[in-house]
């Protein structure tokens, strides 16, 4: 019975993974990012609230790790000023699962007061909301839904969010030809780092 259940969760999440919407629109933001990162030597400045700053978090760090640079920039200690870390050439990834969170609306407004042209990724799962409309790039989850019994518990969502970020830190390290030897440098200790210098197995 119970593993029947986990069966039914895991497939419902897997076909969450497999409906992601695959229209182009991420060439185009990373088309953005090497323009606006890897030419102009900006940064990503990645932000989400909750759940979806979790996963931010993660991206960021992956990112910065695999030739990237980028930031977590917590969406209310940007109102206490954080918010400076932002300059001109840098990339806002902002991530809300409905599209509305306010602290990430008013990130938007804020980021925009300070540097008219910042450019703006928005990671979502609703492709009809204020952020979707503030961004330059939409890359949309496809609004699954939770397998949470309740319809409301961040599971589903953040699961794709994460597959998404995966591909983007991907798709950036085949743009920019990043290497074994350049994963090294970025990453000195641990077993990752003995492995990218080819001193384990």
Same mark, same amino acid.
């Given at each position: 019975?119970?593993?029947?259940?986990?069966? #039914?969760?895991?497939?419902? !999440?897997? !076909?969450?993974? &497999?409906?992601?919407?695959? #229209?182009?629109?991420?060439?185009?933001?990373?088309?953005?990012?090497?323009?606006?990162?890897?030419?102009?030597?900006?940064?990503?400045?990645?932000?989400?609230?909750?759940?979806?700053?979790?996963?931010?978090?993660?991206?960021?760090?992956?990112?910065?790790?695999?030739?990237?640079?980028?930031?977590?920039?917590?969406?209310?200690? *940007?109102?206490?000023?954080? %918010?400076?870390?932002?300059?001109?050439?840098?990339?806002? %990834?902002?991530?809300?699962?409905?599209?509305?969170?306010?602290?990430?609306?008013?990130?938007?407004?804020?980021?925009?007061?300070?540097?008219?042209? %910042?450019?703006?990724?928005?990671?979502?799962?609703?492709?009809?909301? +204020?952020?979707?409309? !503030? *961004?330059?790039?939409?890359?949309?989850?496809?609004?699954?839904?939770?397998?949470?019994? %309740?319809?409301?518990?961040?599971?589903?969502?953040?699961?794709?969010?994460?597959?998404?970020? #995966?591909?983007?830190?991907?798709?950036?390290? +085949? &743009?920019?030809?990043?290497?074994? +030897?350049?994963?090294? &440098?970025?990453?000195?200790?641990?077993?990752?780092?003995? &492995?990218?210098?080819? !001193?384990?197995?």
């Amino acid at each position: 019975m119970i593993k029947d259940k986990i069966r #039914d969760l895991i497939s419902r !999440e897997i !076909e969450a993974i &497999k409906n992601i919407p695959i #229209d182009g629109t991420i060439g185009g933001a990373i088309d953005l990012i090497y323009q606006q990162v890897h030419q102009k030597r900006g940064k990503m400045v990645i932000s989400g609230m909750g759940k979806a700053g979790q996963i931010g978090i993660n991206i960021a760090t992956t990112l910065s790790s695999t030739g990237t640079p980028a930031v977590f920039l917590h969406p209310s200690e *940007a109102q206490h000023g954080d %918010l400076g870390m932002i300059q001109e050439n840098d990339v806002l %990834l902002l991530i809300s699962n409905s599209g509305k969170t306010r602290e990430i609306l008013e990130l938007v407004h804020l980021a925009k007061n300070l540097h008219p042209g %910042l450019k703006i990724i928005a990671l979502s799962g609703s492709n009809n909301s +204020e952020l979707a409309s !503030e *961004a330059d790039h939409l890359l949309y989850t496809g609004g699954p839904q939770e397998i949470c019994p %309740l319809g409301l518990t961040p599971t589903t969502s953040t699961t794709v969010m994460t597959v998404v970020g #995966d591909v983007l830190v991907v798709l950036l390290m +085949e &743009k920019i030809g990043f290497s074994r +030897e350049d994963y090294a &440098k970025r990453h000195h200790s641990g077993y990752l780092g003995s &492995k990218a210098r080819n !001193e384990t197995n």
